[in-house]
C-alpha cells in the first residue's frame, strides 16, 4: 500500500519561527510536490522537486524553500512564518517520466500562524 | 489545461449509484480526465484517469462521452465513507516535472443514510 506521511497533522507557530514541514515517502517516486489549499484558492503548488537535490519553484514560491537531501524525503521550510501563511499544507509524490501517473497525497499539516 | 464545470453539490442514497458529471468542452486531444476526491481533513485521493475509452477499477467508474467534451464518474454502491469532494480535472500527461495539479470547486458529495 502506498505511503505518503507528513510529520504532523496540526501545528501551531509563532510569527518570525523558522519551520519545517517534514515529508517522506516509501515509493521510490522521482517527484514531490508541496501545495497548500486554502478556502476558496483550491490546491497551488509552492515547489516540486524531480531528483534529489532537485527543485523547481512551483506558482506560490515567496516566503519558502525546499530541501531534497534524501530521495524519500522532501522538506518544506518557513523561514520566518508568517500569519498569511496559515493554511493546510499538502506533500504530494509520482513516478516521473512521459506517461499518466497520478499523484499519492499525504494526510495534510494544518499549520496556524499566531 | 483545459477547464472544467462541476456542479457545486449534490445528495445520493447510501447503496445506490452515484453519478458526478463534469464539463470539459475546450478539451484538446492529449488531455487526459483526471479524477480525484478529499475527504474531509484528508489529503486528496486519486481515483480514476481516461483518455477516450471508459474505464473502471475497484473504485469507480469513468464514462467519457465520445466528442470527449463530458464525462461522468460512478459510484457504483456509494456508502457513507465516499462522502467528499469529488475534483475533474484535465490536463496533458507531461514529464513529471512541472506536472502540477490545480484543482476547482469540485463537487461536494453527501451520502445519506
Known amino acids: 500500500d502506498v505511503k505518503v506521511t507528513q510529520s504532523s497533522r496540526y501545528l501551531v ?13 516509501d515509493m521510490d517516486h522521482e517527484n514531490m510536490f508541496w501545495y497548500r489549499q486554502d478556502p476558496g484558492l483550491g490546491l497551488r503548488l509552492i515547489y516540486f522537486s524531480y531528483d534529489v537535490k ?25 523561514e520566518s512564518a508568517s ?7 499538502l506533500c504530494a509524490s509520482s513516478l516521473s517520466g512521459q506517461g499518466t ?14 | 489545461d483545459a477547464k472544467t464545470t462541476q456542479p457545486p453539490s449534490m445528495d445520493c442514497a447510501e447503496g445506490r449509484a452515484a453519478n458526478l458529471p463534469c464539463n470539459h468542452s475546450t478539451i484538446s486531444g492529449n488531455e487526459y480526465v483526471y479524477w480525484y476526491r ?8 486519486y481515483i480514476i484517469h481516461g483518455l477516450k475509452n471508459n474505464e473502471t477499477n475497484e473504485m469507480a467508474s469513468l ?9 461522468t464518474l460512478i459510484l457504483p454502491h456509494a456508502t457513507l465513507r465516499d462522502t467528499a ?29
Do not use: W
Not at chain 2, 38 to 45: L, R
Not at chain 2, 63 to 71: A, G, L, P, V
Not at chain 2, 93 to 108: I, P, Q, Y
Open chain 1, 13 to 25: 507557530k509563532r510569527t518570525g519561527e523558522k519551520v519545517f514541514l517534514e515529508c517522506v515517502q
Open chain 1, 83 to 89: 500569519t498569511n501563511q496559515t493554511s493546510m499544507y
Open chain 2, 63 to 71: 464514462i467519457i462521452t465520445e466528442d470527449r467534451k463530458s464525462s
Open chain 1, 101 to 114: 501517473y497520478e499523484q499519492y497525497f499525504g494526510p495534510g499539516t494544518r499549520l496556524t500562524v499566531t
Open chain 1, 54 to 78: 532537485m527543485k523547481e519553484k512551483g506558482d506560490i514560491p515567496e516566503g519558502y524553500s525546499v530541501s531534497r537531501e534524501k530521495k524519500e524525503r522532501f522538506s518544506l521550510i518557513l
Open chain 2, 85 to 113: 469532494v469529488y475534483y475533474c480535472i484535465v490536463r496533458v500527461a507531461v514529464k513529471a516535472a512541472g506536472n502540477k495539479l490545480t484543482f476547482g470547486g469540485g463537487t461536494r458529495v453527501l451520502v445519506k443514510p
Open chain 2, 38 to 45: 478529499q475527504i474531509h481533513s484528508q489529503g486528496p485521493q
